[in-house]
């Protein structure tokens, strides 16, 4: 019985760092942080997936490729303003992130790009994408639907 309660105890202590940890990643020396994306009707051309890629190893990676079922493809995009005009572009060499660095994807820089999704993303719904690292390999990650038009991800735990 005391073995019980202490178990017990043990998870249910354990349990509110759930939710937070469900949303992080790792690939080799890579930490994927928070991946999410809006929501999207069933009609649009594109959706974007955003996170943060923190290095802890001692040699530079890259985030060179990415894939989802729930898209046709998927493309690593910047954004950048020239001249009052806001331009994406695919990166071809991929996202370089240096040792003990972080590359950051957010909402007007650089993303992912999905390209012709498979339906709606609801919000609350998970959208899994294979990211390719150069030197970390592959890792499967889920990106949490925030609600659309949302400029940063929901607060881990909802």
């Not at 019985?1 to 949303?23: D, E, I, K, N, Y």
């Not at 997936?49 to 910047?78: C, F, K, Q, W």
């Amino acid at each position: 019985m005391r073995r019980s309660l202490l178990r017990a105890a043990v998870a249910g202590a354990l349990l509110p760092a759930l939710p937070a940890a469900a949303h992080d990643y790792r690939a080799g020396d890579i930490a994927i942080g928070h991946p999410w994306t809006r929501a999207i009707g069933a009609a649009a051309p594109t959706a974007a997936g955003y996170m943060s890629l923190r290095n802890g190893g001692t040699e530079p990676d890259r985030l060179v490729a990415a894939s989802s079922p729930r898209a046709r493809s998927v493309e690593i995009h910047e954004m950048t303003m020239t001249d009052g005009v806001m331009r994406m572009r695919p990166l071809a060499g991929g996202i370089a992130i240096p040792p003990g660095g972080t590359a950051w994807l957010r909402p007007g820089g650089t993303h992912l790009m999905l390209i012709g999704p498979a339906g709606p993303f609801a919000q609350g719904e998970n959208v899994p994408v294979t990211l390719r690292f150069e030197r970390a390999g592959e890792v499967t990650v889920d990106l949490e639907v925030a609600a659309a038009g949302a400029r940063d991800a929901a607060p881990h735990g909802h």
